[in-house]
Each structure stands twice: as C-alpha cells, then as structure tokens.
C-alpha cells in the first residue's frame, strides 16, 4: 500500500487519467474492479476559469470512485493557480494533479502538457506556485522527456519534489515517440531512486504479470494501468489479485464483458444525454468486444448506432450468437 500526503491508497494498482476516456462512468466501473486510485481526465486551467459547461459537467466525482486524482493542464502559472483553487473549492477530489506528459501539438504549443519536460526550473515554479495555495495533495504525471536528446526525467522529478509535490506518475516514454515503441523502465527505476516521494510508473503494463514485473524491477510505490484497461476493467481486478496473491483470475465470459459494457453505456447516459453517450459509447464497445473471436460484424455495427435500445439490441444479440456456438461445439465434441 501506498500514500500520496495523507491519502492511503487500498493498493498499488492506478487507473491512468486518459484523456476522451476517463469520465465518471468510466472510473467508477474500474474503481468497482478494485483500482486502488482513479484519475480523472485531463482538464484545461482557462476553461475551468471560464466556467465552461462542458469542462464544468467534467469535474463530476461521483463520491464510489474516492480516493480519486483530478488531473489540470496550463502553461501560465496564474491560471493554473486559479483553477487549482477552483478544483480544491468546488470538488471533492482527493488529489490535484498537474499533467505534464500530454504529448499533442495543441497541448503542448500552449506551452502545456509535456512541452514543460524541457524546463525543470518552470516545473519547479509552477508546482511549488500550486503547492502554496492549496491543502490537497499535489501531483505530477510527466513523460520521461521530450525526445531522446532532453531526458531529463531525474532533475524533473526532483524539481517536483523540491516544490513540495507529493508524488510523481512517471511514463517511460518521450513526447516525440507519442504512444510508439517500448516504455524505457530503467528511467523509471532511476527517477525512483533519486526522489523520497511515492513514485508510480506507467508504460507497457497490459498484463498482471508486467505489473508484478515493473513493481520488482523500479521499485516503484504504484503501477498506473492506461489502455490495458479500456473495454477490459477485469485487466485492473486481475491485476489486483495476482498482485496480492500470486493468482491468475480466469479472462471473463462473452455475457460478463457485455452486461459491463451496458451498465456503463448505461452510466454514461446518466452523466451525459443519449444522444451523446451513445455515440460515445461507440468505442467502448468496440474495445469490449476485441479479443471475442467472430466479433467484426458486431463491432462494425457498434458504429451505426444512434440510440441506447439499438446499442443493447446489438450487443445481446451478439451475446446470445456466441453463446449459441458455444452450445454448439459443445455438443459436436
């Protein structure tokens, strides 16, 4: 187990804060498969000044996700001072953390994001100018650096550290390289050893035997799970359990990853109109039914739906098909 300040974590597994993805519908179905900390998507420090409606409806907590880390980007340090005290006023969010990994051009020519790798000293300014004005713990997720020639991942690390920033979440990978190629855990295992606060890695984890390993190998305080777990929460319950146990849990059936799915599709429309839900949804359902063999036809059709009762329709039926076959070869044999 681990702390971020006086936040204790359940466990070491962590939800990673992805952007377009990490809705409260989403972070409560994983924080019910048993993720020690959820993170919230990325939010932008003007639009939070601005009170814009859509970025307002996504500083939503639903009060089941705690303990959870609602995550804030800028380039200015008075915005983001400003939206940090807005997060600490107006949420209940456990931790505040700053994003300084995203690695796209529109985040990152704002002086955002990941474009702060190259500057330990503006990390330090920004963090500590956070730090002063708020009681909630405070945060980092960086990238390793911004290309192969700016790592500085160590001195950056520090420089969180320095400004009283209480954990850092470390992806082992640089700006240029986006999501390709292979996480570098050895940065990763250095950054631990040259910081005294909570360090959690992040990069190529996609199984619970790669968790075990990163956790062995750095000797981080937490693994964060990012697109491993997208249409597959089990992915974090099964992680969870070989990490606490040493036991692998068996992969879920074709009618348990459905009735999931729908029960977020179903949270989704909560949080969000049908219309937009649904349409959102889309890709959830899509990465829900990957890995299920004979699934194009219904994964095409996920596309073509436009309301709550064609998506459902779909997916039983899609259900009941596999279930049929199932049936099937079973008798044969």
């Known amino acids: 187990m681990f702390k971020i300040g006086d936040i204790q974590m359940k466990n070491q597994v962590v939800l990673a804060p992805m952007a377009g993805v990490c809705n409260s519908a989403f972070r409560?179905?994983?924080?019910?498969?048993?993720?020690?900390?959820?993170?919230?998507?990325?939010?932008?420090?003007?639009?939070?000044?601005?009170?814009n409606a859509k970025t307002m409806n996504m500083l939503y907590i639903d009060e089941r996700e705690k303990p959870l880390s609602l995550q804030i980007f800028g380039g200015e340090k008075e915005t983001l001072v400003e939206a940090a005290k807005f997060v600490e006023k107006n949420t209940t969010a456990d931790i505040i953390d700053i994003n300084m990994g995203c690695p796209v051009p529109k985040i990152t020519k704002c002086d955002a994001g990941a474009k702060w790798l190259l500057d330990p000293n503006k990390i330090y300014e920004m963090v500590s100018a956070v730090v002063d004005v708020v009681d909630k713990p405070v945060t980092v997720k960086m990238r390793m650096g911004w290309d192969d020639d700016h790592i500085f991942a160590i001195q950056n690390a520090q420089a969180v550290e320095r400004a009283g920033g209480k954990a850092v979440a470390l992806h082992g990978r640089t700006r240029v390289q986006m999501y390709e190629g292979?996480?570098?855990?050895?940065?990763?295992?250095?950054?631990?050893?040259s910081v005294n606060i909570p360090v959690i890695g992040n990069g190529d984890v996609q199984t619970p035997q790669d968790a075990r390993r990163m956790l062995d190998e750095t000797g981080v305080d937490g693994v964060m799970i990012g697109?491993?777990?997208?249409?597959?929460?089990?992915?974090?319950?099964?992680t969870v359990k070989y990490l606490e146990t040493g036991e692998l849990i068996e992969e879920p059936s074709v009618r348990e990853k459905i009735d999931v799915c729908k029960l977020h599709l179903d949270r989704l429309i909560a949080l969000k109109n049908e219309n937009i839900a649904v349409k959102e949804m889309r890709k959830h359902a899509a990465w829900y039914l990957k890995g299920i063999r004979g699934n194009a036809k219904a994964r095409n059709g996920v596309n073509e739906c436009n309301t709550r009762s064609e998506l459902v329709t779909l997916l039983d039926d899609?259900?009941?098909?596999?279930e049929e076959k199932q049936q099937n070869s079973a008798q044969v044999v």
Not at 318 to 322: I, P
């Open 28 to 51: 409560l179905t994983v924080k019910e498969f048993g993720a020690g900390l959820v993170c919230a998507e990325m939010v932008s420090d003007k639009a939070i000044l601005y009170k």
């Open 182 to 193: 292979y996480a570098n855990w050895d940065i990763i295992k250095e950054v631990k050893q």
């Open 227 to 238: 697109r491993a777990a997208l249409g597959n929460p089990w992915m974090i319950y099964q």
């Open 318 to 322: 899609f259900v009941q098909e596999m």
